[in-house]
C-alpha cells in the first residue's frame, strides 16, 4: 500500500524551532514533487511549501519564507521550521505528485499523509 508517513510535530514555544520528516510506504519519494501544506480550524488548506522531485527547485509561500526550508535527503523529505510563530499552528501535511516541479502550476498531489500536529504557543 502507498502511503505517506509525516512525523516531528509537536508544543513549541513562539521563536522555536521544529522540524518536520516525510516518509514513504511502498515507493521511493525521489521522484516525487513533495508539498507542504497546513491548514488550521476555520482556515483554508495552505501550501506552505514545495521541493520539486530530485530537489530540483523549492517554493515557499510568503507567510514562512525565511523560516521555513525544505531540503530532501536519503530517501525522506524535511521541513525545518524556525521562528515559529502563534500563527503557524495547524496541522502539516506532505503530499507527492509524480515528476513535480514547483515553478509548474496546477500541482495533482496524488498521495497525502495523516498530517501532523504543530502547536506554537506559550
Known amino acids: 500500500q502507498l502511503q505517506l508517513v509525516e512525523s516531528g510535530g509537536g508544543l513549541v514555544q513562539p521563536g522555536g524551532s521544529l522540524r518536520l520528516s516525510c516518509a514513504a510506504s511502498?515507493?521511493?519519494?525521489?521522484?516525487?514533487?513533495i508539498g507542504w501544506f497546513r491548514q488550521a480550524p476555520g482556515k483554508e488548506r495552505e501550501e506552505v511549501s514545495c521541493i520539486s522531485y530530485l530537489g530540483r527547485g523549492t517554493k515557499y509561500a510568503d507567510s514562512v519564507k525565511g523560516r521555513f526550508t525544505v531540503s530532501r535527503d536519503n530517501g525522506m523529505v524535511y521541513l525545518q521550521m524556525n521562528s515559529l510563530k502563534p500563527e503557524d499552528t495547524a496541522v502539516y501535511y506532505c503530499?507527492?505528485?509524480?515528476?513535480?516541479?514547483?515553478?509548474?502550476?496546477?500541482?495533482?498531489?496524488?498521495?497525502w499523509g495523516q498530517g501532523t500536529q504543530v502547536t506554537v504557543s506559550s
Open positions: 511502498g515507493f521511493i519519494l525521489d521522484n516525487y514533487g
Open positions: 503530499a507527492a505528485q509524480l515528476w513535480r516541479l514547483c515553478v509548474s502550476p496546477g500541482a495533482e498531489y496524488v498521495y
